[in-house]
Antibody
Framework: EVQLVESGGGLVQPGGSLRLSCAAS????????MDWVRQAPGKGLEWVGR??????????EYAASVKGRFTISRDDSKSSLYLQMNSLKTEDTAVYYC???????????WGQGTLVTVSS | DIQMTQSPSSLSASVGDRVTITCRAS??????LAWFQQKPGKAPKSLIY???SLQSGVPTKFSGSGSETDFTLTISSLQPEDSATYYC?????????FGQGTRLEIK
């Protein structure tokens, strides 16, 4: 059974940093692109970014709203995905989900999400 | 960026009904279109990819169609558990973008 478990969310002040983790199991993590998607309270879904797999150089893509502030990385030996968030703004307040990207390049599975609150 | 526009924003239907949700892309995206279901307080669930292919385990009451700019999600034989918000998403080009969501209420 595929499982994605996010952690690391919490309350942080504007300008602060936070690192989210996504622990994966039940599939061959290293074979998959992985994404982060967020959802502000009461709002819709917003794509944050992507990391490709080793065969594609672990390259990354980001939404313009987070580019230069957020960094996505992965550790295939630990089947883990990370989101380093720096220079956080109040508008980054959201539930952050990790998601697998299937061979068809669409999202397959989602984690349960972790809440990040940016507030003074 | 490609804008995804869903209609309607919300709808109400009865048990046993069939409903259709529309998603329009601001430019052609071939069939790189996915649909998701999200219930309150829960993570999204993937329903359809490539505009019309069902994700594993998704019941056949869900069906998708369309290409380029116009897409539909049809849900037949509505049940109370189908009450949720439904999102479309394009993955033709970066940034990946979602529609604003359609809230489905079962009367």
């Amino acid at each position: 059974e595929v499982q994605l478990v996010e952690s690391g969310g919490g309350l942080v002040q504007p300008g602060g940093s936070l690192r989210l983790s996504c622990a994966a199991s039940g599939f061959t993590f290293s074979d998959h692109y992985m994404d982060w998607v967020r959802q502000a309270p009461g709002k819709g879904l917003e794509w944050v970014g992507r990391t490709r797999k080793k065969a594609n150089g672990y390259t990354t893509e980001y939404a313009a709203s987070v580019k230069g502030r957020f960094t996505i990385s992965r550790d295939d030996s630990k089947s883990s995905l990370y989101l380093q968030m720096n220079s956080l703004k109040t508008e980054d307040t959201a539930v952050y989900y990790c998601a697998t990207v299937g061979s068809h390049f669409a999202f397959d599975y989602w984690g349960q999400g972790t809440l990040v609150t940016v507030s003074s | 960026d490609i804008q995804m526009t869903q209609s309607p924003s919300s709808l109400s239907a009865s048990v046993g009904d069939r409903v259709t949700i529309t998603c329009r892309a601001s430019q052609g995206i071939s069939n790189y279109l996915a649909w998701f279901q999200q219930k309150p307080g829960k993570a999204p669930k993937s329903l359809i990819y490539a505009a019309s292919s069902l994700q594993s385990g998704v019941p056949t009451k869900f069906s998708g169609s369309g290409s380029e700019t116009d897409f539909t999600l049809t849900i037949s034989s509505l049940q109370p558990e189908d009450s949720a918000t439904y999102y479309c998403q394009q993955y033709n080009s970066y940034p990946l973008t979602f529609g604003q969501g359609t809230r489905l209420e079962i009367k």
